[in-house]
């Protein structure tokens, strides 16, 4: 158990409205990453962070936004909601020790736009 | 432009008989490659990794074998159980651990029938 909360699990919002999503970790771990999964297209990184204030952006970082204020908290804002970002996200941590460090991913929130 | 291909996405075998599980890969930068096993309504959870400096690793019933030439990489689970059957998601990425971006493929579901 890598200790990784997300919040809320599951949330139906209507197109253009902002949703952000919460991810907790208890381990004060680095780095953090938002994944999106959607039918087939696996697992595609949104946003990471390597750092309090450091963040960068994934593979399909358009539409959404992150912050990170503490290290244990880091939010993913979608500024106004559309139906592509129906979808299950999902935020990971790396919990490594020494070189290898393997990412372990929290339970996800189930996001539905209207 | 897939950088991880996972081209089966359905896998179904018996109890007890082995299931092999396969990836392919185009970055020639990709040196660190992991197997993810996700269960429907749960996070992905980690299941076995692979240096580029080996070409096999075991773990209990699970053997991932690389094959750097062909940029290929296959996941061996035997015996096959029916706790098994989940949706199998490879990764890889360029640098020596998880602090770096993972690329995964879209992932193979797993069927493992009593």
């Known amino acids: 158990d890598a200790g990784i909360t997300q919040s809320p699990r599951h949330k139906v919002t209507e197109t253009g409205t902002p949703v952000t999503l919460r991810c907790h970790q208890t381990e004060n771990h680095r780095y953090m990453y938002w994944y999106r999964q959607d039918p087939g297209h696996g697992l595609r990184l949104i946003h990471y962070?390597?750092?309090?204030?450091?963040?960068d952006k994934g593979e399909v970082s358009d539409g959404y936004s992150v912050s990170r204020s503490k290290t244990e908290d880091f939010l993913l804002t979608l500024e106004s909601a559309t139906s592509s970002q129906t979808s299950v996200y999902f935020c990971?941590?790396?919990?490594?020790?020494?070189?290898?460090?393997?990412?372990?991913f929290g339970p996800g929130t189930r996001l539905l736009v209207l | 432009d897939q950088q991880v291909k996972q081209n089966s996405p359905s896998l179904s075998v018996q109890e007890g008989r082995i299931s092999i599980l396969n990836c392919d890969y185009t970055n020639s930068m990709f040196d660190y490659f992991l197997w993810y096993k996700k269960y429907p309504a749960e996070g992905p959870t980690f299941l076995i990794s692979?240096?580029?400096?080996?070409d096999k690793n075991e773990d209990g019933r699970f053997t991932v074998f690389l094959n750097k030439s062909a940029k290929h990489l296959s996941l061996h689970i035997v015996p096959s159980q029916p706790g098994d059957s989940a949706v199998y998601f490879c990764a890889a990425s360029p640098g020596q651990g998880g602090s770096e971006k993972l690329v995964f493929g879209k992932g193979t579901k797993l069927t493992v029938n009593p």
């Open positions: 990971a941590i790396t919990n490594g020790q020494g070189a290898r460090e393997t990412q372990y």
């Open positions: 692979i240096s580029s400096i080996k």
């Open positions: 962070s390597y750092g309090v204030k450091d963040t």
